[in-house]
Every structure is written in structure tokens, then in C-alpha cells.
């Protein structure tokens, strides 16, 4: 919530929507790494 005296919004109580999970990061190129067989 917003502090003593602060105007009363709605949603000011509520928790903010929560953020898109991210994408899961792609393997870091290894150097040196082999071909694949």
C-alpha cells in the first residue's frame, strides 16, 4: 500500500502484475567444442 495520507487508488493495495518469465538462455558456445557425431 502507499504511505499515511497518500490518495487512495485503486489497485495501490494490490500486488503488480508479475513479469513474463524470461526464455531459457541459449548453451554459451564452448570453445574447442567438437563436432557433433
Known amino acids: ?6 490518495p487512495a487508488t485503486p ?8 513479469a ?3 526464455p ?3 548453451p554459451a558456445p564452448r570453445k574447442n567444442n567438437h563436432p557433433p557425431t
Open 1 to 6: 500500500g502507499r504511505g499515511i495520507g497518500a
Open 11 to 18: 489497485g495501490a493495495d494490490a500486488a503488480p502484475p508479475a
Open 20 to 22: 513474463p518469465p524470461l
Open 24 to 26: 531459457p538462455a541459449p
